[in-house]
């Protein structure tokens, strides 16, 4: 067991798949001689050379076309978004080139890359460095979408979407990386979170809260408050966004026939949008109340502070939501 | 004022109805006595009038919903109201006055479109969170599906549901209302004779009372339709027939030759004197009659210890609809029988027929027949065993006029030939009295004793 930040724990998951597997290279802006710029990549170039930790220009497009054409040749990449905001340079590459390139070659060349970079608010970055647009990749057929929120599967995803062999997004939210400490399995263990699998992170009889990223600590924030009130939540950590792991969320709403949605996201077609819809087709026979989204309002992050927190959700939003459904 | 449609009683054995459609929308004007929904009952399909007449300001029961007898199905609001009404933007009762959609104005750029976001829902039909209000449009409770669902596994009905304490918003009965009350019936010692509750209501412990309908999931080239309207009603009548009534057929051959031979020689004749196509099935409906005032227990119809013996007969006759016989089928009846001449059994016949296949017969002319006949003939069958019309005691079934090699007076002779099958309970009927009675008709037939 070592204890360490949940940006420790993403740099160790990278760094001991590098040892393991000479395949696995990384590039991105900035990651080699300054060490990426929060720091994520701290001693690689020195570790494992130029050849395997790569800085690229600046051009998104290019570093995951690299990453993606390396991969049809048979190495793992792993493409560093300074910001996972300027995803969208590249978007066509993960789309329409790695997201659809299994497809095209009948089933022949996976495309193993990690595109991953710091996403999320809460910290002042204003536009470019403060969105959280899953859900364009979470609507990406042949894409898995990967938000941790703990150190432990922090690790155990990164080490598991380096070995995977589809096209994986992975959201690292910035606002977790140096607040959030916690035990992570020793190296010789060959830890890995399986993706696809929700976590529930606490367990509570009166409200599922279905959530993932830095909402899952608002979440439990919330849950710790109402439990003085009597109001009991169990809180699901999605982990994987996408494949969905819609067997665990439907076995909480069975039990608590009440659901409430947070995620980061503009609500509008949000991740949520899409559970919602889908416990509404599977269990619409359990429900006892309508399903709830707590989300960031349909407008961008603002800088300035009063409106970054008017923009997005926050702790007492999901108090609130939580008390009216439980009193619905 | 708003006036309500209210579901009618349509007849003494119908409790519900399906909507078939409406045929005003809302924010039509009717008049009183226009035909404003068509309903489709066990028996017949309907279309109701207005009780008024104003403007259809709000369907509460959509196409395919099932409706109790006395529910309300619509509003309309009558000319002063209406008049009112139609003075603001078209049948939106709830004046609209939006609110500057400030949330939904993007951070940058909401400038060009004020999106149309928040616009304010009306929303009258589902509870709304925040404003407390739990009751439908239709003023009921609203019940939530979870609810719903355990009420159903647990046996509990409607008016007893109404009945627990709710604490959600408004008195609502919640999902742990529900289960209190539950778990408070099982632990009291006598309440009702609660039919076995599922120990824990948590996950999909199988519920002993009436098994809920599992939504089925259509495999690649099927299709799921809900069984609903007259399938399902004719699906249950012919379950309970066969569960209730010991079946058995009898089956006798009849010469047709004089039948035959006396349709062809004055179908047209008889068309022109009596307006009425000339078929067979008049002359079955006489004969089957007149036999059955001599054998009274075959239009008879047991009930509970007590045989009720009629001297009377009410015909009903099957009459498939759709093209295929695929929108079911409906036995009209034709009334006294046995007072009637084959001329205006024949006249009513078509009538009643025709008027089943367009859909414009009452329900009182699909009631209280004694004695179902049904021809199967007409699509070719040589032979069956049909069901009991229950609580009927037996049903005629005449199949295929077909010409055959037969031995008469010792020689083979070439005859249009019939089967006769008859299905009778056998707690009232014996094989015996089945056979005098097709004899009976048999030689109504061969004789052709009809214009005596």
């Known amino acids: 067991m070592r204890e360490v930040t949940f940006l420790e724990a993403i740099r160790l998951a990278m760094w001991e798949e590098m040892e393991r597997d000479p395949n696995v290279f990384i590039i991105g802006e900035d990651i080699g001689r300054m060490g990426g710029a929060f720091g994520v990549t701290t001693g690689f170039l020195e570790r494992f050379g130029p050849d395997r930790v790569i800085d690229a220009p600046i051009s998104e497009t290019a570093i995951i076309a690299v990453a993606v054409g390396a991969a049809a040749a048979g190495k793992r990449g792993i493409a560093e978004m300074q910001f996972i905001d300027f995803i969208s340079y590249g978007f066509d590459q993960v789309v329409n080139v790695a997201g659809t390139w299994l497809y095209r070659s009948g089933g022949k060349t996976p495309i193993p890359i990690v595109v991953r970079g710091p996403s999320g608010g809460y910290v002042g970055g204003s536009l470019y460095h403060s969105q959280q647009f899953e859900a364009w990749f979470f609507h990406t057929p042949g894409v898995k979408v990967v938000q941790p929120a703990f150190p432990d599967d922090a690790y155990g995803l990164m080490k598991a979407a380096i070995r995977d062999n589809n096209p994986v997004v992975f959201y690292e939210h910035k606002y977790l990386y140096r607040r959030i400490k916690g035990p992570i399995p020793d190296a010789s263990e060959d830890y890995i979170v399986r993706l696809g699998e929700a976590r529930i992170r606490r367990y509570g009889s009166d409200i599922t809260v279905v959530t993932y990223g830095a909402m899952v600590h608002f979440a439990l924030e919330a849950a710790q408050r109402l439990e003085k009130e009597g109001i009991s939540l169990e809180v699901i950590d999605l982990r994987t966004i996408k494949p969905l792991d819609m067997e665990t969320i439907l076995e909480s709403v069975r039990k608590t026939s009440k659901v409430l949605i947070v995620y980061e996201a503009p609500k509008t077609g949000g991740v949520g949008a899409e559970i919602s819809a889908r416990i509404t087709e599977q269990a619409f026979e359990w429900l006892d109340a309508p399903i709830m989204r707590v989300a960031a309002k349909d407008a961008f992050v603002p800088f300035a502070e009063p409106l970054e927190k008017f923009v997005l959700p926050s702790v007492d939003d999901i108090v609130f939501a939580a008390r009216e459904l439980a009193a619905y | ?452």
Not at chain 2, 18 to 37: F, H, N, Y
Not at chain 2, 401 to 422: G, T, Y
């Open chain 2, 1 to 452: 004022m708003a006036v309500a449609v209210i579901m009618p009683e349509l007849g003494e054995s119908i409790v519900e109805g399906t909507i078939v459609r409406w045929l005003k929308q809302e924010g039509d004007s009717v008049q009183e006595d226009e035909p404003i929904v068509e309903i489709m009952t066990d028996k017949v399909n309907t279309e109701l009038p207005a009780p008024a007449s104003g403007v259809l300001q709000k369907i509460l029961a959509p196409a395919n919903a099932t409706v109790k007898v006395g529910q309300e199905l619509a509003l309309i609001a009558t000319a002063s109201e209406s008049a009112a009404a139609t003075a603001e933007p078209p049948a939106a009762p709830a004046p609209v006055s939006a609110p500057p959609p400030v949330e939904a104005v993007g951070f940058y750029g909401g400038g060009e479109e004020p999106a149309p976001v928040a616009t304010p829902a009306p929303a009258p039909a589902a509870p709304t969170r925040s404003d407390g209000q739990t009751r439908s449009a239709t003023g009921q409770p609203f019940i939530s599906p979870v609810v719903s669902k355990i009420a159903r596994e647990h046996g509990i009905s409607h008016e007893e549901l109404l009945t627990i304490p709710g604490t959600g918003v408004g008195g609502r009965v919640t999902r742990k209302d529900i289960e209190a009350y539950i778990a408070q019936r099982k632990a009291a010692p006598k309440p009702a004779p609660a039919p076995a509750p599922a120990p824990a209501p948590q996950p999909v412990a199988a519920p002993q009372p009436a098994p809920a309908t599992q939504p089925v999931a259509p495999r690649e080239g099927e299709e799921i339709i809900p069984l609903v309207g007259m399938r399902k009603v004719i699906a249950e009548h012919l379950t309970k027939s066969y569960q209730t009534a010991v079946h058995v057929t009898t089956v006798i051959q009849v010469d047709v030759s004089k039948l035959v031979e006396f349709r062809e020689r004055n179908k047209e004749s008889f068309q022109q004197q009596y307006g009425v196509r000339l078929t067979y099935t008049p002359f079955f409906v006489k004969a089957c009659t007149d036999a059955l005032l001599e054998f009274p227990m075959m239009n008879a119809t047991l009930q509970d210890d007590q045989i009720i013996v009629r001297h009377y007969v009410h015909m009903g006759v099957a009459v498939a609809l759709g093209e295929q016989g695929e929108e079911g089928l409906i036995v009209p009846v034709i009334r006294d029988a046995h007072k009637k001449s084959l001329i205006d059994i024949a006249r009513e016949l078509e009538d009643i027929a025709k008027r089943a296949r367009n859909k414009s017969i009452s329900v009182a002319e699909v009631q209280g027949a004694t004695f179902t006949l049904t021809n199967p003939g007409s699509y070719g069958a040589l032979i069956g065993t049909p069901i009991i019309n229950h609580p009927q005691t037996a049903i005629l079934g005449t199949y295929a006029i077909v010409k055959q090699p037969i031995v008469v007076n010792d020689m083979i002779a070439i005859r249009p030939m019939m089967n006769l099958c008859l299905s009778y309970d056998h707690r009232l009927i014996d094989g015996m009295y089945a056979g005098r009675f097709l004899q009976r008709i048999k030689r109504a037939i061969e004789s052709f004793e009809f214009f005596k």
